[in-house]
């Protein structure tokens, strides 16, 4: 189960990214997490994606 609140779900998802992941789709993959309803509950509150360097900033 994944955090609800947004700020916890930022610092969550980058946590995971930062341990156990190389990417926001093997995340997505793994979790079995909707990327596009991620990326937009995250964006709703300022965060967006880095690919780069593989967390929100």
């Known amino acids: 189960m994944i955090p609800t609140d947004?700020?916890?779900?930022?610092s969550f998802i980058n946590m995971k990214l930062r341990?156990?992941?190389?990417?926001?789709d093997a995340?997505?993959?793994?979790?079995?997490?909707?990327?596009?309803?991620?990326?937009s509950t995250l964006?709703?509150?300022g965060f967006e994606y880095s690919e780069e360097n593989n967390r929100f900033w």
């Open 27 to 39: 995340l997505c993959d793994d979790m079995d997490i909707d990327k596009d309803v991620l990326l």
């Open 6 to 10: 947004p700020m916890m779900l930022y």
């Open 43 to 45: 964006a709703a509150s």
């Open 19 to 24: 341990d156990q992941y190389p990417s926001l």
